[in-house]
């Protein structure tokens, strides 16, 4: 199955003003659903992301633990520069190098963690996997570095443009969300935009599983 956004994106207002136009790094992770779910998100992307971004370029991170997917997802995106855990995972570190769901078997994780908990992990274990890509490829120069980054998932179609913020130095910290919910802590995690200093504030925690529901809260 598809999932089918067209929501308004909610905005924490960036710290720092706008600069001129740049690299957006466009990081897909999650489970895939079949090559006709990962055909029709890459041709949306392509169609309404970057096909409307007249100036701006674009890389592609690609991180599903599915290796005939992955191959798939990148053919699919053509010229577009693109890196996946397949292609990169002889140069993976050492903690990424692990299936995800073997690491969270024999991490000792409480009886009481639900499946949403779970889950979650899982998720964000994927985004610290496409983070790692895209810094490892900048590192090595073989991208360009990126000052924005759009996560999102693998079975999300888009269906009309999606506005991109301004472009922002690489110090500004921006957050950009379909939905919101301060009251609750709560945000829409499946598609957002965001600069490269907050982006892996979140993955990263992946490290820190006695915090999982603070961070979540937080998220």
């Known amino acids: 199955p598809l999932l089918l956004i067209t929501l308004p994106l909610w905005r924490r207002a960036p710290a720092e003003a706008t600069v001129a136009s740049s690299v957006v790094a466009i990081e897909i992770s999650g489970a895939a659903r079949g090559r006709s779910s990962l055909a029709a998100t890459a041709a949306a992307l392509g169609s309404h992301v970057m096909q409307p971004a007249a100036g701006r370029g674009f890389t592609v991170l690609v991180w599903l633990e599915d290796a005939p997917s992955e191959a798939f997802l990148e053919s699919a995106f053509g010229r577009t520069p693109t890196?996946?855990?397949?292609?990169?995972?002889?140069?993976?570190?050492?903690?990424?190098?692990?299936?995800?769901?073997?690491?969270?078997?024999?991490?000792?994780?409480?009886?009481?963690?639900?499946?949403?908990?779970?889950?979650?992990?899982?998720?964000?274990?994927?985004?610290?996997?496409?983070?790692?890509?895209?810094?490892?490829a900048e590192a090595e120069r073989a991208f360009p570095s990126a000052t924005l980054v759009l996560r999102t998932r693998p079975d999300l179609l888009l269906t009309a443009p999606l506005p991109l913020p301004p472009t922002l130095p690489a110090s500004a910290s921006a957050v950009y969300a379909p939905w919101h919910c301060a009251s609750a802590g709560l945000a829409f995690d499946r598609l957002a935009e965001m600069t490269t200093r907050d982006y892996p504030r979140l993955p990263e925690t992946t490290r820190d599983y006695p915090r999982l529901r603070e961070i979540t809260r937080d998220w």
């Open 83 to 136: 890196l996946t855990r397949l292609r990169a995972q002889s140069q993976l570190p050492p903690d990424l190098s692990t299936p995800t769901d073997a690491l969270l078997a024999a991490a000792g994780l409480p009886e009481a963690l639900g499946r949403v908990e779970r889950n979650t992990l899982r998720m964000l274990r994927k985004m610290a996997g496409c983070e790692w890509l895209r810094r490892h």
